[in-house]
């Protein structure tokens, strides 16, 4: 199919004509939009339907992510791109006199998740698609996302986001493979004369999961794969028995939010719910798919991969359990088998909190026939191991224990592979999170490091760099991302490194501008733009960042004759609504920024800006504006991080500590072109371990730290109402539990040389390109394709030359 631009004209005022019964010069931007996003799916519908079909034909194991969040960013120009139709999109819009850009924007950005987690789903996806890899999403289809975040008056303020208020333009309604869940009332396990139990219910509350499917569109090889996302309806034969708004909310409000914290113990029936709603629809329909394969059930785990992102879906294990013995009659020892050779599951943090832990009661009420089945592996995995290991496996592995049900350890017991997602990450599950499981099971942990894909944060956000890198080296790095390396070779090149210096400087224009509108705050674009984007958390540290700017501001204020490098801090962040203390943090940052902007004496020396509800829109703005990058996480504490790997991509020199995939980051880019600070994780554990660690004596010694903490309650920052003094409490009192104090004076160092270093626009730039020329390693192409040879065992199913080519790292 090559579309033409006068094919494209011609087809496009028809299709709007015909879903708005007037011309296309009278239709509104969204209706643009709606019109525009229908065509680019209609063109590609017949892939999808054949990408499907001829998995199917060639019975393809297929690979089925499941992910409580999905973070996909808008689609219009990811998808037009991929199929290799935007540019003639773009030029026949402007024949019309309409422009892509302005249409692209009244896209609703969908907030289906919370951060890295569901972002790196959907990077997933993409590579998925353009590996030619059979990959399906599986999630839910939140009614509203996480919510849309507000500034009054400094403070967070939560609203909700209803990014389907206007049409869904890329989503299939597809009845015809819905499923029943079933949630509570009694169930027993009777005999019958068949020779096998079955499970009776009653009393259930019964729950239609009806699947939304979007297309996940490949890079210019006609693939097309399926996110299916689940919404929770009351089934048709029951819709009598519903009177009222209150009887229909349990069903409803299954799928109605997210759940706005990923660490926190709020709602937590409602999102145990959740959990088991999306896990069953998933595996239900993914057990139906596998009938049409035609092969005996012993052969599930050559046909089917399932891949638990997080223990969010956990679930799936038991699921797949209950389904193999009450539905398909198999025996538990033939049922557990498959199970765990299907299932696999990636570790995403080690933070206690949000390692999910459901009462047992809870659970049993809920899920009954899910918890008897989670009881017998438990019952098992314990017999069998006891004698083996001792008394530790009941205290440090079981499922079930204290009256939780741990569900990590369902996920390492139930899986053949467990894996971080960058190589210190999972050398901490190995060495102390798991480290049991490790003994017993050495051979199913492996890692995985993160990856992004180049296609959104790359070619999309940054089109000139783009264009700079094709004329320098070719386009072959856009399907093989090694060959990005290639253009290490112009690092000595002075007319490229203007270039590359240009280009920063344009996106920096722009994202200035942008600034003015959105915020009212005048920036200088030749000041070092300083991004840290990513969710609010103590252990994340925008506190350290905010005690650095405090004292740049004081630095000033005392010697205001000094010549500074001018900065621009920005910041894009949520706190979970229910996280006092990252909220405070929010509060004293924007409070910061009043007291910063409007000094006078100040001037373009330093300017902060925390923009307004983060998220992948806003992302893509900033990043390929950043001179720096902000990673300054306790050592241990971020499994990886990958905005990381998106702002390196772009050129900024990344400002971290030796946490996640930096360590990575910093053996491909070379120490040099690197700011490195802070306490090693060694060192963190050791600390903890010696308990040595007194911050309050920090304060006391160290002057300039104490000047700054003061600040914080002093007075200095106008509009505070206890919030520096509860982070100051927290520093100082309360031993800082993130050593924010310890790390202080080397993140201070780390940034006077980012200070030096700037001022040499050359040598900046020479990194910068460095930094560009070795993120290829961190393509989500490759992460995909080693989860795929690895973990999944999937096939990549190419057709020709096109599409992303065999990978060679
Ligand atoms: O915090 C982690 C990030 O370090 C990581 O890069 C990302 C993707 O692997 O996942 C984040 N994460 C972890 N999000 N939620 C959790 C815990 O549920």
Redesign the pocket.
């Given at each position: 199919m090559n579309l033409t631009v006068q094919e494209f004209i011609e087809e496009y005022k028809t299709q709007f004509q015909t879903m708005f019964a007037y011309s296309y010069e009278e239709g509104t931007t969204e209706q643009h939009y709606t019109a525009l996003g229908i065509f680019i799916k209609n063109y590609l519908s017949r892939h999808w339907k054949e990408t499907r079909e001829s998995y199917i034909k060639e019975g393809a194991k297929q690979v089925y992510y499941f992910s409580m969040e999905f973070l996909p960013g808008r689609q219009l120009r990811n998808n037009a791109y991929n199929l290799g139709i935007l540019d003639i999109i773009k030029e026949g819009l402007t024949e019309l006199d309409l422009s892509f850009d302005s249409i692209a924007e009244a896209e609703a950005d969908p907030a289906l998740g919370?951060?890295?987690?569901g972002r790196?789903a959907s990077c997933f996806m993409d590579s998925l698609a353009s590996l030619s890899i059979p990959g399906n999403g599986n999630g839910i289809r939140y009614q509203y996302g996480l919510f849309r975040q507000k500034f009054v008056d400094g403070y967070q303020v939560e609203v909700p986001e209803n990014w389907l208020r206007n049409r869904n333009v890329w989503e299939t309604r597809n009845n015809k493979s819905t499923c029943l869940v079933r949630f509570g009332g009694n169930v027993w396990l009777e005999p019958n004369d068949k020779g096998y139990y079955e499970a009776k219910y009653e009393n259930t509350l019964n729950v239609l999961a009806v699947p939304y499917d979007t297309p996940m569109v490949g890079y210019r090889n006609n693939k097309v794969n399926n996110l299916r996302l689940w919404s929770a309806e009351i089934p048709v034969e029951e819709e009598a028995n519903y009177h009222t708004l209150d009887e229909i909310q349990p069903i409803s409000e299954i799928t109605q939010v997210l759940y706005p914290d990923?660490s926190n113990y709020e709602g937590q029936l409602l999102r145990l719910k959740q959990e088991y709603f999306m896990v069953s629809a998933g595996v239900q329909s993914i057990i139906r798919h596998f009938r049409k394969y035609n092969v005996p059930r012993k052969n599930i785990p050559d046909k089917i991969a399932i891949h638990i992102n997080?223990t969010h879906p956990a679930l799936a294990i038991p699921e797949l359990m209950r389904i193999l013995m009450d539905e398909e009659h198999l025996t538990w020892d033939q049922a557990w088998e498959i199970t765990q050779k299907t299932c696999s599951y990636t570790n995403?943090?080690i933070l206690r909190e949000?390692l999910e832990k459901w009462p047992i009661d809870m659970m049993k009420e809920l899920l009954p026939r899910i918890y008897m089945i989670i009881e017998e592996i438990n019952r098992r995995f314990v017999d069998y191991h006891l004698p083996l290991y001792g008394e530790r496996i009941t205290w440090q592995t079981a499922i079930l224990q204290n009256g939780v049900v741990n569900m990590a350890h369902l996920a390492v017991i139930g899986s053949h592979s467990v894996n971080g997602?960058a190589k210190l990450h999972t050398d901490i599950l190995m060495s102390d999170v798991l480290k049991d499981f490790f003994e017993i099971y050495p051979e199913r942990f492996n890692n995985k490091t993160?990856g992004i894909t180049q296609r959104r944060w790359v070619h999309l956000a940054n089109p000139e760099l783009t264009a700079l890198i094709d004329e320098k080296i070719g386009e072959e790095w856009k399907r093989n991302p090694a060959e990005l390396k290639v253009f290490k070779g112009f690092e000595q090149d002075e007319e490229t490194l203007k270039q590359v210096a240009e280009i920063k400087l344009n996106n920096k224009k722009r994202l200035a501008d942008y600034i003015e509108e959105v915020k009212g705050i005048q920036v200088n674009p030749r000041a070092l733009f300083d991004v840290q984007i990513k969710r609010l958390h103590a252990y994340k540290r925008q506190h350290l960042n905010a005690l650095h700017i405090l004292h740049r501001y004081l630095e000033i204020k005392r010697n205001p004759d000094k010549e500074v490098v001018p900065r621009v801090f920005i910041f894009g962040a949520k706190a979970a609504p229910s996280y006092v203390y990252a909220k405070q943090i929010i509060k004293v940052i924007n409070s910061i920024a009043d007291l910063v902007n409007n000094d006078p004496d100040i001037g373009d020396k330093l300017k902060v800006v925390f923009f307004e509800n983060y998220g992948v829109s806003l992302a893509e703005k900033i990043i390929p504006a950043a001179d720096i990058g902000e990673q300054i996480s306790l050592a241990s504490m971020?499994?990886?991080?990958?905005s990381n790997m998106k702002l390196m991509a772009n050129g900024a020199l990344t400002m971290a500590t030796l946490d996640?995939a930096n360590i990575e980051i910093k053996d491909f880019v070379g120490e040099d072109n690197i700011f490195i600070f802070g306490l090693t994780d060694k060192e963190v554990y050791e600390l903890k371990a010696n308990q040595s660690y007194q911050s309050k004596e920090l304060y006391e010694t160290n002057e300039q730290l104490r000047r700054v903490l003061d600040a914080l309650k002093d007075g200095t920052i106008p509009g505070l109402n206890g919030e520096g003094s509860a982070i100051f409490d927290s520093l100082v009192h309360y031993n800082d539990e993130y050593f924010v104090l310890k790390d202080f004076e080397s993140y201070v160092d780390a940034q006077n040389r980012a200070d030096a270093l700037y001022a040499k626009p050359m040598e900046w730039t020479r990194k910068s390109l460095l930094n560009i020329a070795s993120s290829a390693p961190f393509s989500a192409d490759y992460t995909i394709k080693r989860y795929a040879d690895d973990i999944w065992k999937v096939k990549q199913y190419f057709t020709g030359d096109e599409g992303v080519q065999p990978l060679d790292e």
């Open positions: 919370n951060g890295g987690l790196l990923d997080d995403h943090t949000a997602v993160n971020e499994a990886s991080g990958t996640g």
